[in-house]
Each structure stands twice: as C-alpha cells, then as structure tokens.
DNA sequence: GGATAATGTAGAACAAGTTTCAGACTTGAT
DNA sequence: ATCAAGTCTGAAACTTGTTCTACATTATCC
C-alpha cells in the first residue's frame, strides 16, 4: 500500500460563472493550438484572443502576461499527463527504475508535440517574479508526478524530497537543451537515468554517499 | 598531477579590427552594465547602443539579438570567473566536495550582483535555436568549471560527463528558482550539494548504483 | 424589474525588439 | 592618391506584447 498523494489544487480565488469558465477553456484551447503550430513565437496575445473569440483586455483580463497564459496551459496539460500516467503505473522494481520511466513516458508525449513543449517550457523557465505563484503550481504538479512514480511507503524524506527537486531542475533543463536542439533524445534519455540514481541513493536505509555515517 | 583542462575557444569568425574590437568591448561593458542595474528587461537594445556608443543598427550587426547580446554577455563573465575560480582552487578532499564548493563561490559571486545573474541566466535559458553555437559555447565554459573543480587524474569516463551534464542542469534551474524567489539561497546549496553526490557515485571503481552489476 | 457594479468589446495608443535604408566613413588593393 | 567594398550612422518603419478608453452587456442585489 503506497502513500496517498495529496491533490495538487490551484486556489481557485473567485469563483467563476459558467460562461467564464467557458471562455478560459476557450483560451486555454487556442493557446495550445497555437503553440502546437509554431511554438512559442507562434502563441501571439491578438491570435490567441481571435481564436477564442474574446476580445484582447479579456483575455488580458484573464491572464496578465504570455507568460501567465503559456504557463497555465502548461498547468492543463499536466493534470492530463497526471492522470493519464497514473492510469498505467511504471512497471519497473526500484523506485529509481520507476521515475525513469514515468518521465520517459511523459517526454514521449512531449516528442509529439515539440512546438507545444516548447512554448510551454520556454514561458516557464523564462518566467519572473509576478508569476512565482503559478508557476510554484507548476512545480508542485512535477513533484507530486514524480512522487507518485517513486510509489513510496513512507512520506517521502528530506533528503528524498531534494533528490526530486534535482531530478526537476534535470528535467527541465535537459527539456531546454532538447527543445534547442543541442542534446539529442538518447542525451536526454542518459541524462534523466543518471540523476534518478539520486534515488536510490537518498532511499532511507541506503549507505549514504559522502558525509553522513552510515547507521547499521 | 591533474589533466590539462583543454582551453575552450569560441570559433573567433572574422578577424576583427582593433576599433571593432573595441566596440565590440563597449557594447559588452554596456550590456553588463545596464544588466546590473536592472536584469532582463533594463537591457533595452536603444539604451546599450547609446551607452556603448554605437548606432542601433551596428549594434544589430555585433549581435543578431538581445538574446545574443546577453549569452555573449554570459560567456564574457564566464571567463573572468574561469580565471579568477582557478586562482584558489578548491579545499576538500573528495571530487564532489571541490565541485560543491566551487559552485557555491560561483554562486556567492553571482548574488552578489543579482540583476546580472538574472539577466544572463534569463537569456540563457530563453535562447532558441539562433543562438545554438553561443549557448554550447558558455556551456562548455562550465563544464570546463567543474571538471577542473574535479581535479582528475584521469580523462573523464563517459559516466563522469553525464554526470557534470546533470550538474550543470541543477545549477542553471537551481539559478532560475532563486532568481524568480522560489527558492531561497539555503535550498540551491542543498540541491547543489545533493546533486554533486552524483559524482561519487560516477567514479571510477565506486560502487554502481543500479543496473552495472559491481565487479569486485 | 430596475439600479448599479462588474465584466466584456472594439479599437486606438504605447513600448521595446527588430528591420530597413540612404548616405557618410574606413579600409585595403591598386 | 583613388577606387571599390565593406562598415557605421541616424532615423524611420514595422511587429507584437501590453495598456488604455469609451461604450455595451451581464450579474447582483434590493
């Protein structure tokens, strides 16, 4: 029996009518049809405000830069991919073999649409103070994926929780060097198999690495 | 006796004149300059080509962007930061501990002009395509930073070079999240430290991890 | 049901990155 | 010294993210 993950909510501030909640699904929708075209160059505020047939203040209204847009969308897509990765768990034995796997099958997914991968992490990591908050969410979501990858019995300790927030940073970046075209998919691969060895070794019981003495 | 670290050279296209290297210098010393003052968004193209002295125009022919403009900007303080790391080498004693240390001077160093490290790093990351070659380039400047911090006997084995590629993943993203105030300077030195363990565990004869069955 | 505040629309206006162009200045070869 | 090719300048134009304004529509509350 694993742990059960907690659900990553948004605060959800005001409490949208039906017709705005529509109309942000409408927005949400251009902006990853446009992505998916072109990228994140492609995403333009007129274009994405035309396609969902909203004026531009409202779409302004809505999300207040681009970048707040693009991460958001990046937010819907990952709650898909959460759900959709829990669906079929990985099937490997060790926790590390596991978050492995998972982010292979979330980068597979992401190979198939590399202009909306692009836009979306370009936005996020290109992202400044005035969308910390969004893009915490963001974060939040990545962690619980890859927690729930790990498939632990415990609460994850502290050590573990850093050995997940390299394993992001990895995750990011190598995404970066991919979606600019200076590492390959096999680079990638390499790189997201040998930070989650950090797994096993940060696992309670473990030996440790370098400077704490082993219990035993 | 340690490896000799091969220099790490940009191309050098056309020979430059000394007035155009000379330009070339104010142009870089404005960017810097105005990047200190206020990150990204003070860099403003109009301001770096009055400051430096320059036309808009010629500003243009120097560098194709401000992207360009910035990552140059990063390699150019890159290399100071080469020279001056390799004046002290770092103290301690095992290859992830050196490795740890001289991030984290790299990292005191940046702090202690934040709006530079923003701007730099911001553009870093943000580099599409276009500017491929400049990016590879600062990137081999900091893998050429930590190998030396290593401070092999040996080449490094093609596991060692994964896992400085990962370092330097968790060094950029780590960067990112402090300057956009996610993360505070406590939790980059745990990432960093957490990540540099890695290279224990990539050294010749350690003990592997997962899937390389031991020898011994 | 009507007053009123919030939300949405159309479109102009503004800001900063980028492009373009005509003319002046350098440079290198003859 | 002079000519041609390449470079630099100043200024305007263009693009796209962002802001603003005047007016229309919708929602809320009595």
Do not use: N
């Amino acid at each position: 029996m694993t742990v059960e993950a907690k659900a990553v909510t948004t605060p959800a501030s005001p409490p949208l009518t039906e017709r705005q909640e529509a109309r942000r699904r409408r927005i949400l929708h251009a902006s990853a049809q446009l992505a998916s075209r072109g990228g994140f160059d492609a995403v333009q505020m007129r274009e994405v405000a035309e396609a969902a047939g909203v004026a531009l203040g409202t779409l302004y209204r809505y999300f207040p830069s681009k970048v707040h847009l693009l991460v958001a969308t990046m937010q819907d897509q990952l709650q898909h991919m959460h759900t959709t990765l829990r669906k079929r768990p990985p099937a490997g034995q060790e926790p590390a073999a596991r978050v492995a796997e998972t982010l292979m099958r979330a980068f597979r997914a992401l190979q198939r649409e590399p202009h909306l991968a692009d836009a979306m992490v370009r936005a996020l990591t290109f992202a400044d103070r005035s969308v910390s908050p969004e893009v915490d969410t963001v974060s939040r979501l990545t962690t619980a994926i890859i927690l729930d990858a790990m498939g632990l019995d415990a609460p994850p300790t502290a050590e573990q929780l850093s050995a997940v927030r390299v394993i992001e940073h990895t995750w990011h970046s190598a995404l970066i060097t991919w979606l600019s075209g200076r590492a390959s998919i096999a680079q990638v691969k390499i790189d997201i198999e040998t930070v989650c060895r950090l797994i096993d070794l940060t696992a309670p019981g473990a030996a440790a690495a370098a400077p704490t003495p082993r219990k035993s």
